[in-house]
């Protein structure tokens, strides 16, 4: 566990309860944006150490942002010229926390993790109608990647990358 200012980072598993609140809390965030929730695959497993990361930060002991990242292998022949290199999922965190600098913090910590585990690249997908974590990622380094992923061929969807070594 970490704890930066008022916030506290947890690793939990992607099942946690507290993890699967705020997935179903982002997933309803989805549905209002874009008509629809994230169908994207996700493995639980995928998320469990040394393969990948899966955070909670709590304020005052309540559950207030999330987010992680998966390895990306040679299942993904699309981002081999990241490898070796992680993907973040569900960044997300609730209304009522926005605005005190919690999802940069979040991503800090992920990028942190990965970087000790030795992934030379972050990568993400988001989506157009999410200026706020475009502004975000774009603001902490991330520049336009070629598209990868269950959303490449997707209209509305935007693919990131950070360099992290």
């Known amino acids: 566990m970490s704890t930066v200012d008022t916030l506290a980072i947890e690793?939990?598993?992607?099942?946690?309860?507290?993890?699967?609140?705020?997935?179903?809390?982002?997933?309803?965030?989805?549905?209002?944006?874009?008509?629809?929730e994230d169908d994207s695959p996700v493995d639980p497993a995928e998320f469990a150490d040394p393969q990948g990361v899966f955070a909670v930060a709590y304020r005052d002991g309540i559950?207030?942002?999330?987010?992680g990242w998966r390895r990306h292998g040679d299942e993904h022949p699309e981002t081999a010229w990241a490898a070796p290199c992680v993907e973040v999922?569900?960044?997300?965190?609730?209304?009522?926390?926005?605005?005190?600098?919690?999802?940069?913090?979040?991503?800090?910590?992920?990028?942190?993790t990965a970087r000790e585990r030795g992934a030379r690249w972050l990568l993400l997908e988001t989506g157009s109608k999410q200026p706020e974590a475009i502004a975000l990622y774009r603001s902490s380094g991330y520049r336009d990647v070629p598209p990868f992923g269950f959303y490449a061929a997707t209209e509305l969807s935007i693919h990131l990358g950070k360099q992290l070594t």
Do not use: N, S, W
């Not at 690793?11 to 629809?36: C, F, K, S, T």
């Not at 559950?63 to 987010?67: C, F, I, K, Q, S």
């Not at 999922?89 to 942190?112: D, N, P, S």
């Open 11 to 36: 690793h939990v598993g992607y099942d946690h309860p507290d993890a699967r609140e705020l997935i179903a809390e982002v997933q309803a965030e989805y549905v209002q944006r874009y008509g629809g």
């Open 63 to 67: 559950p207030v942002a999330m987010g």
């Open 89 to 112: 999922k569900r960044m997300y965190v609730r209304g009522t926390a926005r605005g005190h600098g919690f999802a940069r913090t979040l991503l800090t910590h992920l990028e942190t």
